[in-house]
């Protein structure tokens, strides 16, 4: 009796992998991960109104990590990496060098790769941080990649206007544009046009200060739900990110309740 032939079995969803090197040693807040669930967010938010297929995995750098723990934590590559960390005298805080230090002997060939860094002003060595990191990820075989013309650095201190440690409605509009990017990169092909469609399609413009808000009201409601969500969470009253950041490589993770369904 003939047989039909097998179906192939479906791709993988693409995974947008965030690897947080947190603490601040100024602070001691886990800003570096509060804004990289900031950016998740918007990229869950964006791959399903898109109904584009996407993986987000989440994996914090232990306070306490060897060689094997931070090989662990950039083992079976993913499509993009983002690397996510905080500023130190002007340039890389010592959780972020330790994870490049102690992660730089793994293959990161054909994995595409950015970073962005939390700092306490607009000027105190952030663009440094996220430069330093793209370098490490480029000595490690990746392919690294910005948000076009600019380079993601939020800041969270040095500001009379707003509190310690609070992101502004204008920085999680910037995220939902970073997101913008990560998703593309995830299903950038090998066809430059198709890749070029698909940018237009998601709204990613290299050139992101002609599309620059110049309003709040032009930020749109996202950026201030996105801010209600991950604010509270460098309360010291509030559970902190303490325990959220050391749950989010579990099965499991407590964090998963902010994507909802």
């Not at 480029?138 to 990649?145: C, N, P, S, T």
């Not at 009253?237 to 964090?255: M, T, Y």
């Amino acid at each position: 009796m003939p047989t039909l032939p097998s179906m192939p079995a479906p791709a993988p969803p693409p995974e947008v992998r965030f690897v947080l090197a947190a603490p601040s040693p100024y602070t001691g807040r886990f800003d570096a991960t509060r804004a990289g669930l900031g950016i998740a967010l918007e990229l869950h938010r964006i791959a399903r109104e898109h109904q584009l297929p996407l993986r987000i995995g989440f994996r914090a750098l232990p306070m306490q990590a060897g060689r094997p723990e931070v090989a662990a934590l950039l083992a079976g590559p993913p499509r993009v990496l983002v690397v996510g960390g905080s500023t130190w005298s002007q340039g890389s805080a010592a959780p972020l060098r330790r994870l490049f230090e102690l992660g730089g002997e793994v293959s990161l060939q054909g994995v595409r790769a950015t970073a962005f860094a939390t700092a306490g002003g607009a000027h105190t060595g952030g663009e440094m941080v996220v430069l330093d990191s793209l370098r490490s990820l480029m000595a490690q075989g990746a392919l690294a990649f910005t948000a076009g013309q600019r380079l993601m650095v939020f800041s969270t201190d040095e500001r009379l206007e707003h509190p310690p440690g609070q992101f502004t409605d204008l920085d999680c509009w910037a995220m939902g544009q970073y997101a913008r990017e990560l998703l593309l990169q995830a299903h950038a092909g090998s066809d430059p046009p198709k890749t070029a469609a698909l940018a237009g399609r998601l709204g990613v413009d290299l050139t992101y200060y002609r599309r620059f808000p110049r309003q709040l009201e032009a930020l749109g409601p996202q950026a201030k739900a996105v801010c209600a969500r991950i604010n509270p969470l460098a309360a010291a009253n509030r559970p902190g990110l303490a325990a959220v950041a050391s749950a989010l490589d579990r099965p499991a993770p407590e964090i998963r309740a902010l994507f909802g369904p």
